[in-house]
């Protein structure tokens, strides 16, 4: 590539030079309940086909949609993108753990791979399993029973598909270096 970069290491598309695929992917987000290209999605957008395949799963992670509260949610994120050592989105969710009340130093503890606790069994067992999975261990059976008991079913394979999308978000941001902040082509 010959363009400078915009976004990390990445050369984002200006709208007047995207193909009519991108432009459609593009208008897919920025028109649809989005209404904006969010960090991994400018990068995605080279691909419209895939930017509009992985909005859909994204979208049922947004507040209320999925089985997860938000704060579990941001437990298992801030799991999964400091596992990964992706600054962008470990910084955004920091922000986003702190905006649902978790408390400082169980993020703190997080993103630093420390052992944390939280008092909702629920939000336990949530960061007991992200973990696990995070550390590529297997889940021993007394955890297993543990987690289908309080979350469920749905509640676990929410948790395993949003632990999924935010690796693919952290290996595009690792990927093309994106600095926590960056914020691309204004658009």
């Known amino acids: 590539m010959t363009d ?18 991108q432009l459609a992917g593009y208008r897919h ?25 992985a909005n859909p799963l ?8 999925s089985s997860l509260s938000e704060r579990e949610r941001e437990i298992a994120v801030l799991v999964i993108n400091s596992q990964w050592r992706s600054a962008y989105p470990t910084t955004a969710h920091e922000k986003r753990g ?3 009340g978790l408390p400082d130093a169980a993020i703190a503890d997080i993103v630093a791979g420390l052992p944390t606790s939280f008092p909702d069994t629920r939000e336990q067992l949530v960061y007991e ?3 696990a999975l ?22 676990i ?11 693919a978000v952290c290996l595009t941001m690792n990927f093309y270096a994106v600095a926590p902040g960056t914020p691309g082509l204004a658009r």
Do not use: C, N
């Open 134 to 155: 995070a550390s590529v261990r297997l889940i021993p059976q007394a955890l297993y029973d543990r987690a289908v008991d309080a979350l469920g079913h749905v509640g």
């Open 98 to 100: 702190k905006e649902v």
């Open 29 to 53: 987000l920025v028109d649809g309940p989005r209404g904006r290209v969010p960090g991994p999605y400018k990068v995605w957008m080279h691909s419209p086909k895939l930017a509009q395949a």
């Open 157 to 167: 394979t929410d948790m395993i598909l949003l632990m999924g999308y935010y690796t």
């Open 4 to 21: 400078a970069p915009t976004f990390g290491r990445y050369p984002e598309i200006p709208v007047d030079k995207m193909t009519p695929d």
């Open 58 to 65: 994204g979208l049922h992670f947004a507040p209320g949609q």
């Open 129 to 131: 399993v992200a973990t």
